[in-house]
């Protein structure tokens, strides 16, 4: 099953690349983490799915795997520059509560979607407040020779290191006009690695350390995270699109000068081999902002009747290099997809086994167990690869062990849950909050109009289905799929 070769795309030399380990037999991954200062939206949850995907591919390609994934309760400005306010400090002068409550709140409910996405556990969380000593010692040891301090804080020279900004291919009028000036910078690029506290301010967050009182710049956290825990060089490092321009090209920068390297030729010099970059989930009417009120988070699908893993599947349904717009219909359609899916393994699970001396897979499901992997080798296939399974649960096989067999080993790749016993197609029914009437409520009602059809009493069995209509009970006479009945939002 593991026999392709496992091609992934490295944003650093913007190529598909065989995958090879720095350490025989292993995978060390790094995703940078979500700043734990509001919910995540279901953009952000974008990036754990991808980063999901790559640790379960990895991991089903028989490499042991350590996955961390950072969490971020100080230093990240409103403006990846270095314009702006500390985000946890603004929400928690907002909201008049301590930065720690709010970091403590925010990180578990991220951690609610995390489970809800089925998206595996990291080897290691690690949170950016308990590595600021470390960041201290980073940031001395890397400062003679790359640094330079002014009133606001300790500023990296980005001329002090060769091809700087070569992974966003970047100094394009873009990434130029978003980074703020700040008085005194020698380069327009140069970005604060210690921003110390002005004088007569107090921050909730602060330390002290070489360069007066004041707190860790976004970028040096995430370079001494996964250098401490991971080592230089480790293997891939990842994160959505927008990371591809300011923040991983500044971790590099820093990586380069921790570690003594130079170009980018060699890649490992950028203390990660290969850097990998989800694109964006886009949504036109900007509800994904979490600045707009309501906006888009995952709690939002479910309070209206849909299944957390309808999202999964959707995530799964494009290329994570492809950009995704979601609409409530692209979701529904999602999810009506994994009803099918789920509805083929209950049936498949209801079939009687065939005894037969167990001689593995027979030639048609190993030319599927063959495609599927040829998908996800593939930098990560995951739309070809869920139209494998899909063909795999419809193959016309008697040997009913190895399909579930092999199901069950795509699922553990695709990460649907298929095979829990407490995940039905009862799930998938869309069943907003908001609705009252109950599912039995709602059985007994159409029991009674199969009678009133059976017996021809045609307006008894419209009258039944007005009165399930005013309920918000919408009847799906004749569906092939079996949803009978469907809720919509009272
Ligand atoms: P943040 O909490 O803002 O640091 O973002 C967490 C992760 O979500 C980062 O990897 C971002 O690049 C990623 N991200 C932000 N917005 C989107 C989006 N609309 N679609 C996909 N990924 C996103
Ligand atoms: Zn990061």
């Known amino acids: 099953m593991s026999d392709a070769p496992l091609m992934l795309f490295n944003s650093l030399t913007r190529q598909l690349e065989p995958f090879v380990p720095v350490h025989e037999g292993e995978a060390r991954v790094y995703t940078c983490g979500p700043t734990v200062y509001n919910y995540p939206h279901i953009g952000n949850m974008r990036a754990y799915v991808f980063a999901d995907v790559l640790g379960r591919t990895l991991s089903f390609k028989g490499y042991k795997l350590t996955h961390v994934i950072n969490i971020t309760d100080v230093g990240h400005l409103t403006d990846d520059a270095d314009a702006g306010e500390d985000k946890m400090e603004k929400m928690a002068a907002q909201h008049a509560q301590s930065i720690w409550d709010i970091a403590e709140h925010y990180k578990q409910a991220y951690w609610a979607d995390v489970r809800a996405l089925n998206i595996r556990e990291p080897a290691q969380w690690t949170v950016a407040t308990d590595y600021v000593p470390a960041m201290i010692a980073f940031a001395r040891q890397i400062a003679p020779a790359h640094c330079y301090e002014l009133d606001s804080g300790l ?7 060769a091809d700087y900004g070569r992974l966003a291919r970047a100094q394009t009028e873009d990434g130029e006009g978003r980074i703020e000036a700040v008085e005194g910078k020698r380069n327009a690029a140069d970005f ?3 921003r110390k506290t002005p004088p007569g301010e107090t921050r909730q967050m602060e330390w002290d350390s070489p360069w007066g009182r004041g707190a860790p710049g976004w970028h040096l956290e995430c370079s001494v995270m996964s250098g401490a825990v991971l080592g230089f060089p480790f293997d891939i490092h990842t994160g959505g699109i927008d990371h591809r321009e300011i923040h991983h090209p500044n971790e590099i920068a820093q990586n380069q000068a921790k570690c003594c390297t130079n170009g980018l030729d060699v890649a490992e010099n950028s203390g990660a081999k290969v850097w990998m970059h989800n694109n964006f989930l886009v949504e036109r009417s900007g509800k994904m902002s979490k600045s707009s009120g309501e906006f888009l988070r995952l709690q939002l ?3 209206k009747g849909y299944h957390p893993l309808a999202y999964r ?12 717009e979601f609409s409530w219909e692209g979701l529904q359609a999602a999810q009506t997809r994994l009803k099918r899916i789920v509805m083929g393994v209950e049936k498949l699970m209801k079939a009687p086994a065939i005894k037969r001396v167990d001689q593995g897979p027979t030639p048609d499901i190993q030319s599927k167990l063959a495609e599927f992997d040829a998908a996800i080798s593939d930098d ?3 739309p070809l690869a869920l139209t494998v399974l899909e063909s795999l649960i419809t193959l016309q096989s008697l040997d009913i062990d190895q399909k579930k067999t092999s199901i069950r080993k795509m699922d553990e790749f695709l990460g649907l849950n298929l095979f829990d016993p407490n995940f039905t197609r009862a799930d998938l029914r869309i069943r907003p909050k908001s609705a009252e009437i109950a599912d039995q409520e709602i059985e007994a009602a159409l029991a009674r ?3 009133a059809r059976a017996a021809k009493d045609f307006a008894m069995s419209d009258a039944i289905r007005d009165e ?5 009970v919408e009847v799906m006479d004749g569906d092939p799929l079996g949803w009978e009945w469907k809720l919509g939002e009272a």
């Open 192 to 194: 604060a690695i210690w």
């Open 301 to 303: 699908l479910i309070d």
């Open 313 to 324: 599947m959707m995530c799964l349904q494009a290329h994570y290099r492809s950009e995704l």
């Open 380 to 382: 990560l296939n995951t």
């Open 449 to 451: 109009r199969k009678e």
């Open 468 to 472: 399930l209509i005013a309920q918000g």
């Open 155 to 161: 500023y990296f020279d980005v001329s002090t290191v």
